[in-house]
């Protein structure tokens, strides 16, 4: 079971506007280290989507963003397009652990 | 742009011990700024993360892991390895080596990921 709860999957029309949740706890989210969130396409190795809550790497379009509140982030997913069907993961660093952690993934469809 | 690359068996036996190796190239291991990972991913199932190393040697490994996993650096040939010893079905999984950019950072690069099977 995942420290980052997240829900197995989402699913949106194309041209439509998604979020996906990503519930953590004191020890991590709330605590104020930061979410990074990962797209993985089948059969491929994640790629950096969002670091540190907000920020986009150099590549990644305006249409993904994420923001944080709490102990959950988000990551919202704007104008969808059938190349953003994939399984999205978060992932924080948490003190109790003393290291990292990686929610358990949702599935996007896109209908 | 960094790339990082794994190498190692595709199929091991249970009760033995795993060793995978990932080699670096476009950047360097002993860069101060970032730590060297490694994530499995069991067929079907999500990321699990199962520790990682600075370039000083110091590693930090998840709890659940921590009994059986070793990460280690060599500078010298600008790689680091894994090795988990006891297998069983259950570490069956694509193996990713991966960089941190800190402790708590994100991973900006990761490795196209090795298959490992456990069985006999």
Do not use: M
């Not at chain 1, 029309?13 to 519930?23: E, K, L, W």
């Not at chain 1, 069907?85 to 109790?96: I, N, P, Q, V």
């Not at chain 2, 694509?94 to 099977?117: D, E, I």
């Amino acid at each position: 079971q995942s420290v980052l709860t997240q829900p197995p999957s989402v699913s949106g029309a194309p041209g439509q506007r998604v979020t996906i949740s990503c519930t953590g706890s004191s020890s991590n989210i709330k605590a104020g280290y930061h979410v990074h969130w990962y797209q993985q396409l089948p059969g491929r190795a994640p790629k950096l989507l969002i670091f540190d809550n907000d920020n986009r790497p150099s590549g990644v379009p305006d249409r993904f963003s994420g923001s944080t509140s709490g102990s959950s982030a988000s990551l919202a997913i704007t104008g969808l397009r059938a190349e953003d069907e994939a399984d999205y993961y978060c992932h924080s660093y948490d003190s109790h652990l003393g290291g990292s952690i990686f929610g358990g993934g949702t599935k996007l469809t896109v209908l | 742009q960094v790339q990082l690359q794994e190498s190692g068996p595709g199929l091991v036996k249970p009760s033995e011990t795993l060793s995978l190796t990932c080699s670096v190239s476009g950047g360097s291991v002993s860069s101060g700024t970032y730590y060297w990972s490694w994530i499995r991913q069991p067929p079907g199932k999500g990321l699990e993360w199962i520790g990682y190393i600075y370039y000083t040697g110091s590693a930090t490994y998840n709890p659940s892991l921590k009994s059986r996993v070793t990460i280690s650096v060599d500078t010298s040939k600008n790689q680091f390895s894994l090795n988990v010893t006891s297998l069983t079905a259950a570490d069956t999984a694509v193996y990713y080596c991966a960089r941190f950019r800190g402790k708590t950072g994100g991973v900006g690069s990761w490795g196209q990921g090795s298959l490992v099977t456990v069985s006999s």
